[in-house]
């Protein structure tokens, strides 16, 4: 009897004890379940809050915060600031290739080396390099499966695309850099249009080179084609100089010839003037301006004449010949 007593005590006893540390127990349970709501954003980075799915606070900023714990709240932190690379080199061994409805991976099977055909049936190797940033954390995690898996696929199926319209002479010289810019505009549109979340920043063709067996073929008709331009461009240059030289040429001689043109111009007048002034005093004194016109002439004359011989006209006529005056002058 005894002895029951005092296993009725000993088991009151531990019941009370197992109750008071029980409370404690879930009162710390409490606490570190509450206190698993603490979250810490980094400082390039952001936080998308979602609450049973939904999501709340699409751009939770850098710092501690606070959310209600699992399975209520849920906090996905997102890389905005990060510049992330991928290199497109692959055009079937990685991807699987949609023909009629039925996938297919293309290396697998045919073992042929996943190379691109430009326009007039030429075949490139192409490396390009795409530079990304996550520019909606919402989109991003929510608006599709795998967005970076979708920019790999859509820059191989824009490469092939636009390699597909263009010749392989052009892409392999001067075409590489417009090239670029028309699949980053495009990669752009893309991206946008199916809400990946994502904003691409850079893109570059790293390399673009036709198969190694017929680099060398290549190379010399690329090396044709750049002696041609260097060619042109030295013709164009030469034409540069010597058309705008032969142009001044041109005009010093057409200046000259008009400044002749009017210094005869101007002296013909002249003299056509003098002629009609001394016409006008001889129309109003014929006899005088004889003699003086004579004398003139006789004066120009005299200085070329060795000897001058001096006839009477009227004692000749009287006579019937020829009267010799008696003098000379010398």
Known sequence: ?????????????????????????????????????????????????TRFGKVVEPSVQPGLHYALPWPIDQVDIVSIKQVKTVIVSDFGSRYRLTEGGASYTFYKNTDLEPFCITGDNNIVAITLVLKYTIDNPVKYLYGMKSPEVFMERCAANLIVDHLSRQRIDHVLTVGKKQLEFDLQAAMLSRLEHYETGLRLSFLEIKEITPPGKVQQDFDMVINAGLEKKKALNQAQGYKNRVVPQARSEASKIVREAEAYKREKILAAEGEASRFLARFEEYSQNPEAHRDKIYLEFISSLYPRLGEIRVVDMEKSQDSGQDFIAPYLLK
Do not use: E
């Open 1 to 49: 009897m005894k002895g029951g007593t005092v296993i009725q005590a000993l088991s009151k006893a531990l019941h009370q004890l197992l109750w008071s540390y029980s409370r404690w127990i879930v009162l710390a349970g409490a606490i570190f379940y509450c206190s698993t709501g603490l979250y810490k954003i980094p400082g390039d980075a952001v936080g998308v809050l």
